[in-house]
């Protein structure tokens, strides 16, 4: 019997009861024996994340993690990449997509 491998899947959410829209984005691991099983079983696990104030908005995204190193997760083991291609600068891609001042959370750069 083989293990189910690790998957990383980023789920959007809408949230209510701020002074501007906003969105969260959380990542949620879970063992699935494929893209589409993963992202199922993410979206099932959400459903208890969701409140008055908290709706799935139907997007996911998943990211199959590589583990060399066994079937362990641990320090340092990737769970999410996304890959965009794009034409822009380094400083015009971060204050497009990731730094845009508006984010609540801490951001190294």
Same mark, same amino acid.
């Given at each position: 019997m083989s293990v189910e491998p690790w998957y990383g899947v980023r789920? /959007?959410?809408?949230?209510m009861g701020f @002074?501007?829209?906003a969105y969260e984005e959380r990542?949620?691991? /879970?063992?699935?024996?494929?893209?589409? @099983?993963?992202?199922?079983?993410?979206e099932q696990r959400s459903k208890a994340y969701e409140s008055s104030t908290t709706e799935y908005i139907g997007y996911a995204m998943a990211f199959h993690i590589f583990d060399q190193d066994g079937p362990c997760l641990g320090s340092g083991v990737e769970v999410f990449s996304l890959?965009?291609?794009?034409d822009l600068g380094v400083?015009?891609?971060l204050n497009r997509f990731h730094d845009t001042g508006n984010e609540r959370a801490a951001i190294g750069r």
């Open positions: 789920l /959007v959410y809408k949230l @002074e501007k829209q990542v949620l691991i /879970v063992r699935a024996a494929s893209f589409t @099983e993963a992202v199922h079983r993410a890959i965009r291609e794009s400083d015009e891609y």
